[in-house]
Structure formats: structure tokens, C-alpha cells
């Protein structure tokens, strides 16, 4: 078991490297920073002095080995487009985006196995048969789109909801959250619907086919045969049942809800780190786009190896196999 | 957003209703410093401009008129310019403005850390007669000295000597980077980059306050349906750009205005003057045909301007004659006609020049500097194709362009110019000279065009007294330009701002946004 979770997390950093430079080899298609941090009137000397300064004359594999040391130690640099720390800036912008995504993946379980199940046990049901078809929207219009419609009718037509941004903001030490304000708590709806939509859908649809899938099985019959209660049926036997293979797909979701609420952030101009890396793009920042690949690729790979460690745990066939091998 | 909410708790507990001077506004791109000296750039310079104040300003008609100086003369015989400061002058914290200030920032914009000490190449030395008064010694008579240092922005020595920020530092930032110390008639009481900037107005400003804010809060928004949404639902009051697509719509709504204007901004299309050979498509190493004059103007008849601005720019940009628009100091009257739309003749130059079947070759383009900038070029293409000449398009994001351009990698590519000095000699400098990295020459004159008379006319320009006399030397300058074709000038880019109609706000054509000329009803 130790064995195989060191071998995993070797196998991790190699991904990390890995994916680090192939960001850094990147950055030269994105474009040249320098004609953003001076001005037109500046000087082909300006230019080159500017180059040397920052380091980027150097070859690409200087400049990622450079920039891996100092992140070892915690140093990711300066932004060019902010001149401030970028680890001051991730850290800022990190709890919009967490906040964000807590709120839009509880919404997407929640709603996901409610309507999962509903569809699954009702699946005739004219409500179920609507639920399905309006789930195929969700399924395949562009969070983009959703997100533009939604402004479209909540705030600008009827004027409910905020357009952009995250409201009033308390901060509780380092952290700020916007839970606490009632405009705080407004701001979050129209963005974590857009976001949660797609995984709400996603989940919806796989607790359904689990469920007809587990419903046909003969220990639900021969529960029902016993005289047990329908309700414990569905939720004691069927459920739980389902629960595996949701679990799994549900913990993979939420590494992405965090990396691709680019689009969403950009939508609503919501102040998170998926906004932060858009315009670091945009800026050609590279220390911004680098450590913020980094954080994301980190954020992959421990929840892989996390949940391949579950594995273990939940498929208790796993370690019988392995167990046999071994004797 | 914090302090909205705590002005909207103070104004429950007095029981009066929300604060109409509260104003909100949204540009797309944010700042990247509050230091004046560090980047010379409009997004920069143009936010600045409500904090920080220049010994002059431009008013509302881009006229030069006293800020911290309240009169200026020449010294001599064009030695330099003597400049009389304003008495009783505080920064936002308390402390008074003097001449000190005045040499402190001269130092500090002209050093070898500043982004802006271009602007002081003219100059020789700046001298403190007393407290009031300062001299400026220029190396050369410079008639227009005054009118180029309108975003030189004081600082005040105590303040940035106190918080280690003496020098502009915009690789790794500074005290200034984040916080402001100005004049101005706004002082920054929040700031988080790339979120929101939170203007107040300065208790102690000279000045008369035109306008009846009494909070102000920018936030960058770069998404432009996003802006476009927020200035519908009054999230925000105004906003700098309006997509042009969007202006009809937005300008039906009663709710909201669209004001639009003309840019400093021109247009053009600019040439491989040096190269001997084309690099692109499968005409790639036969000679260069836009080395001739005429292959030039045939370009310049083939292009339909008009069109382009009423399908592309929906009617929201006037057609340029020269490198600089009508309203630049030094715009030539005598060349004000551009060339006509006449495909006949674009064939006939053509086959004069030798290519009766024309030729092919590559046009670079950026798609996200310029207004529709890609779907301009792609305009452009299919005019040319009717004269018979055929162009390939590349378009890239500008962050990819600058480098094409300053390695020679195209045959005719997009540019547009906006001259810092509001004045005719600027793109003169830049764009027409024969590069010179020494002299500082043509920098952005990627084609290397070249003209002995205009080489020999800039420094004369430059230093000339008399208005008449040095506008005869433009008017000439523009007359070569116009006859060698050395750009094409296409349009002078339309400014197409959103304002929620109770707000009353002037636009300025360098296209910075004046928070002291807002009021809102």
C-alpha cells in the first residue's frame, strides 16, 4: 500500500515537470511581454535592457529551471503586469474562485442526484420526461452562452441580480468571503448556476442510468418481495448503491469546476483565479501564467492520486485481488 | 464594495436616499501601476490624470492650459521656457507643492528607470529659480515644449522619498505602484489591481470643482458583452469602449447614451520599403513591388475607405488623408483629400509599374489592438483582389505582432498611430524618419521608409518659433508622404463611449476619461 502511493506520487512529480515545461515552451507562441510594460516611445536599448532584466533572453531551459528553483522555495516571482508578488496575488484571488466553486458543485450534487433519482424512479412521468429534455441544454449549450443569457434576463431585463462581480466582500483574516453580505450572497447566484449547470446535468444523468441499472438487480426485488417500505428501498438499497462510480465521477468534476471556471470568471467578471490567468494571458505575465499552471496541475494530480487511493478503500474487490496475488 | 455598503448604512441611519454622485465606470484595461512615471501608456496616463496633475493640462478641446504652472514664457532666444508655479498647492496628504517637487519629478520622469524620458530628450537642465518659479533649458529652441509634458504628472519629493519610492520600479514594483500621491482633483482611497481603484475628491484641490461626485469606483471589465450588460442594468455609469457592433442598439435605449468622437488614433497601411524582395506566398523571393511609388498608390486608390467605415466601422469613423487626424496641432489643410476609390486606376498604376497581372504577397494584421482591426484587413484583401493584386492574410493577437513587425516578417502590414504630443511632428519622428537607433529615430518605422528631404526637415521642425514657417515644413513633410504613398492612411479610429443618461460627461480625443468633467443627475 505505501509502496504503491510513493510510486504514485513519483509518477506525480513527473507529471508536474512535465506539464511545467511544456507550459514554458508555450509562452513563447503567447507573445512578447515587453511591449506591454513600455511604452511606444520607448527605445530599441530600452527594450533589450528590459529583455536582459527579466531574464528572457535566456534559453527556455534556463528560464524554467530558474523559475522551478525559486518556486521550490516558495518564489513565484513578480507579475509583470501588477509588479507586485504573484504569490500575493493567488492568494488573493483564491477564495473567489474556492468560494464559487463550493457553492456551484453543492448546488450540482444536490440538484443532480434529487433529479437523478426522481428521473430514474418517475422515468414515465411527464415532469421527469421535461427534466430530461431540459437537461440536454445544459448538457450542450456553451457555458459562455449560459452565462449571457442568464445576465440577459436576471439583470438586465429584470434587473434582480447583479450583472458582474462579487458584491460586498467581509474579510475574515486573509481570507475574504462573500457569504456574510446579502449583495455578497446575490453575486454568487447567476455565476455558480452557470458553472454548476453543466456538472449538475452530468450527475444527473449518471445517478439515473445507475439507478435503472441497480433497480433491475434481483436484491431490489427480492427487497421489495420482503415488504420493505418503497422510500427504503430507493434510498437504503438503490442509492447507496449508485454512490460509487457517482463518487468518483463527482471528485474528478471538482478539480475541474476550480480549473475551467475560466469561462465563467470571464463572463461575470468574477475577481477569481480563472479571471487572473485570462488577463495574464492577455498581458503575456508570465510568472502569473506559470504559477497558475502549476497550482492547477498540482491540484490535478493530488486528486488523482487521492482518488486512486480511495479506490482502495471503496472496491473492496481491489485489495482482495491483490492480497490473493501477493500470497 | 465594502465602503458602498458603509456609505449605504450611513445613509439609511441619516434617512436620506442613495447617494446619486456615487459614480461607477468600467474600461477594459485596468492600470497596471499608479506610478506616473513608470509606463507610458494611455490606460496609465489617462486614469492619472484624475489623481496626479502636470505643471499643464489639455481642457476639454485638447488645448494646453495652466495646471501647476499658471503662466509660462519663453526664455531668450528659444533657450528654454520659464514656468511660474501655482502658490497654496497641497497633495493629498497635507503636503504643500513647491519647486522642489517640480526638480524631484523632472529627475525622476527623466532617469534611466522611467518609461517616460522620452518626453525630456529635448531637454538640457531644469533649474529652480526660486520656490515659484522654475526654468526649463531645452537643447534646441522647442516652440512646442510646453504642449509636450501634459502627462508629465508631479510628484511630491517627501512622500516618495519617505516610501522608498524615488525611482519608478516596474519590474518588481514599488510603494508608488500601489498607492498615489497627487494633486489632483481625486484622490485613490482603494486600490486593488485588476479588481477595482476607488477615487474620492481631494478637499484641498485649487481648482473649482466642476463636477458632484463624491465617490468613484472604476472596475476593469474585459469581456465586452459582460460591460455592455452592466452599463444596460446600471450596475455601472459609463463605459470606454462600446463594442461597435453594440453603439446602435445601446443608443436606442432611453436609459443610456452613446457618445462618439474621433480618436487621435489613424489608421494605415504600411509598407516593406527596404526589403528587396517579397517574403510571403508563392511570389515569396521575386522583387519587392511596393519599392514603387506607384504600386503604392495603386494600393491607395484599390482600397474602398468608405465602404470600409460604413459595413466594418458602421459609419463611426471618418477617412484620414496623413499620418495625424484634423485634430492635431499641424494637420496639413493643403492635404486634407485622400486618394479617391478607383479600381481603374489601381489597374492602370499597376500595369505602369509592370504587374498588368498583378501579384501575390502577405499582409500582417493584429486582432485584438485595433477597433475590428482583423475584419478591416480582411476588408482590405478582398478590395485588393478586385485590383488584381493578392494579399494573405495573418492575423495574430498584437502581443505576437510587435515582434513580426520589428523582425521584418511582412510585405504590407496594419498600423495605427496615435501621437503622444497631439502634434504633426510626433509621427514624423516615429514613423517617416530613417531609423536611427542612435538618434532615436523611426522606431516604429518598420518598413524603413526613407526620405532626405523629411530627414533634413525634422530637426528644423523641431526647433522652429514661427507657426507659419513650421507649418509650411509639416505641410510639406505631408505632401512627400502623400506622393510616395509611404502609408497608405485607411481611417482615424472612432471613439464610441456608454453612458447611463443621467450622466453628463465630456470626451476628450486622446480618449481619456476626465472624472472632474462628470456630473450625474
Not at chain 1, 530599441?44 to 523559475?67: C, H, M, N, S
Not at chain 2, 444596460?232 to 462600446?242: E, K, M, Q
Request: net charge negative; charged share 20%.
Amino acid at each position: 500500500m505505501l509502496a504503491y502511493i510513493l510510486r504514485r506520487a513519483a509518477q506525480s512529480v513527473l507529471v508536474l515537470l512535465v506539464v511545467g515545461l511544456i507550459a514554458f515552451s508555450m509562452f513563447r507562441f503567447i507573445g512578447d511581454p515587453i511591449d506591454n510594460m513600455l511604452g511606444q516611445e520607448a527605445q530599441q536599448e530600452d527594450i533589450d535592457r528590459l529583455r536582459t532584466e527579466l531574464g528572457l533572453d535566456a534559453p527556455l531551459l534556463v528560464q524554467y529551471v530558474r523559475f522551478l528553483s525559486s518556486a521550490v522555495q516558495g518564489d513565484f516571482g513578480v507579475s509583470y503586469g501588477q509588479g507586485r508578488p504573484v504569490a500575493d496575488i493567488l492568494a488573493e484571488r483564491a477564495p473567489a474562485t474556492l468560494e464559487l466553486a463550493l457553492v456551484s458543485g453543492t448546488l450540482a450534487i444536490s440538484f443532480g442526484i434529487v433529479f437523478g433519482v426522481f428521473t430514474a424512479i418517475r422515468r414515465n412521468g411527464f415532469a421527469a420526461q421535461a427534466i430530461m429534455s431540459l437537461s440536454l441544454i445544459g448538457v450542450s449549450l456553451p457555458t459562455f452562452l449560459i452565462g449571457i443569457l442568464l445576465i440577459y434576463v436576471f439583470s438586465v431585463e429584470l434587473g434582480w441580480l447583479p450583472s458582474f462581480g462579487r458584491g460586498e466582500t467581509v474579510e475574515l483574516g486573509w481570507w475574504t468571503t462573500g457569504f456574510a453580505t446579502r449583495s455578497g450572497l446575490l453575486a454568487l447566484i447567476l455565476p455558480s448556476i452557470t458553472l454548476g449547470l453543466y456538472q449538475m446535468t452530468l450527475i444527473m444523468r449518471l445517478v439515473r442510468s445507475e439507478m435503472l441499472e441497480v433497480l433491475r438487480q434481483d436484491y431490489i426485488r427480492f427487497a421489495r418481495a420482503r415488504g420493505l417500505r418503497t422510500r427504503t428501498v430507493y434510498f437504503r438499497h438503490a442509492l447507496v448503491n449508485t454512490l460509487v462510480p457517482v463518487t468518483t465521477v463527482i471528485g474528478l468534476q471538482l478539480g475541474s469546476i476550480i480549473a475551467f471556471g475560466i469561462v465563467t470568471e470571464t463572463v461575470f467578471q468574477w475577481p477569481g483565479l480563472g479571471l487572473l490567468f485570462v488577463n495574464a494571458i492577455q498581458f503575456v505575465d508570465i510568472p502569473v501564467m506559470a504559477a497558475y499552471l502549476m497550482l492547477i496541475s498540482v491540484m490535478f494530480v493530488l486528486i488523482n492520486l487521492f482518488v486512486d487511493v480511495l479506490y482502495f478503500f471503496i472496491d473492496p474487490r481491489l485489495r482482495v485481488d491483490r492480497s490473493e496475488a501477493s500470497a | 464594495m465594502r465602503q458602498i455598503g458603509m456609505a449605504t448604512a450611513l445613509c439609511a441611519l441619516m434617512g436620506t436616499h442613495a447617494v446619486a454622485e456615487e459614480f461607477k465606470w468600467a474600461g477594459t484595461t485596468d492600470p497596471q501601476t499608479l506610478d506616473p512615471h513608470a509606463v507610458n501608456s494611455a490606460p496609465v496616463l489617462g486614469f492619472l490624470n484624475n489623481v496626479y496633475e502636470g505643471l499643464v493640462r489639455r481642457g476639454k478641446d485638447m488645448t494646453i492650459e495652466p495646471a501647476l504652472a499658471t503662466s509660462w514664457e519663453p526664455i531668450g532666444e528659444g533657450e528654454g521656457w520659464r514656468f511660474k508655479l501655482r502658490e497654496g498647492v497641497t497633495f493629498h496628504d497635507g503636503a504643500a507643492f513647491d519647486a522642489e517637487d517640480v526638480q524631484f519629478s523632472y529627475e525622476r520622469a527623466s532617469g534611466e528607470a522611467a518609461d517616460t524620458r522620452s518626453w525630456f530628450s529635448p531637454v538640457a537642465s531644469l533649474e529652480v529659480v526660486d520656490p515659484y518659479t522654475i526654468d526649463i533649458k531645452t537643447n534646441a529652441p522647442n516652440p512646442i515644449f510646453p504642449d509636450s509634458i501634459a502627462n508629465w504628472m508631479i510628484v511630491d519629493k517627501g512622500w516618495a522619498e519617505a516610501n522608498a519610492a524615488a525611482t519608478p520600479n516596474k519590474e518588481e514594483g514599488n510603494f508608488a505602484t500601489l498607492n498615489a500621491n497627487g494633486t489632483g482633483a481625486f484622490k485613490v482611497t482603494a486600490r486593488e489591481p485588476g479588481l477595482r481603484t476607488v477615487l474620492e475628491p481631494h478637499d484641498g484641490w485649487w481648482g473649482e470643482a466642476e463636477h458632484n461626485i463624491t465617490r468613484a469606483e472604476f472596475t476593469p471589465i474585459q469581456n465586452p458583452a459582460t460591460a455592455v450588460a452592466a452599463l444596460l442594468s446600471g450596475d455601472v455609469d459609463f463605459i470606454n469602449p462600446v463594442p461597435i457592433q453594440d453603439a446602435a442598439r445601446l443608443a436606442s435605449n432611453p436609459d443610456v447614451n452613446v457618445i462618439q468622437g474621433i480618436e487621435a488614433r489613424v489608421i494605415m497601411l504600411g509598407f516593406g520599403h527596404e526589403a528587396a524582395e517579397l517574403k510571403y506566398t508563392g511570389d515569396a523571393g521575386k522583387p519587392n513591388p511596393f519599392q514603387d511609388a506607384k504600386v503604392r498608390q495603386a494600393v491607395a486608390h484599390a482600397v474602398n475607405v468608405p465602404a470600409i467605415l460604413q459595413t466594418i466601422m458602421r459609419g463611426n469613423a471618418e477617412p484620414a488623408s496623413q499620418l495625424v487626424s484634423p485634430a492635431m496641432r499641424g494637420y496639413s489643410e493643403a492635404n486634407a483629400a485622400r486618394p479617391a476609390y478607383d479600381v481603374e486606376a489601381a489597374k492602370a498604376l499597376l500595369a505602369e509599374a509592370g504587374y498588368p497581372d498583378g501579384f501575390s504577397f502577405g499582409l500582417k494584421c493584429p486582432n485584438n489592438r485595433y477597433l475590428n482591426d482583423e475584419a478591416v484587413c480582411q476588408g482590405v484583401v478582398s478590395m485588393l483582389a478586385q485590383a488584381g493584386i493578392t494579399a494573405e492574410l495573418d492575423a495574430m493577437p498584437v502581443q505576437n505582432y510587435w515582434p513580426e513587425l520589428r523582425e521584418d516578417n511582412f510585405d504590407m502590414y496594419l498600423l495605427g498611430w496615435s501621437p503622444g504630443t497631439f502634434d504633426a511632428e510626433h509621427p514624423l519622428r516615429f514613423l517617416a524618419s530613417t531609423p536611427n537607433a542612435e538618434k532615436k529615430l523611426g522606431s516604429w518605422n518598420f518598413g524603413g521608409y526613407s526620405n532626405a528631404r523629411i530627414d533634413e526637415m525634422l530637426p528644423i521642425i523641431q526647433s522652429e518659433i514661427d507657426d507659419t514657417k513650421r507649418q509650411a515644413m509639416l505641410d510639406e513633410a505631408a505632401e512627400i508622404l502623400q506622393d510616395e504613398m509611404a502609408y497608405v492612411p485607411l481611417y482615424v479610429q472612432p471613439l464610441v463611449w456608454g453612458v447611463r443618461s443621467n450622466v453628463e460627461m465630456t470626451q476628450r480625443p486622446d480618449n481619456f476619461f476626465i472624472l472632474r468633467w462628470v456630473t450625474v443627475n
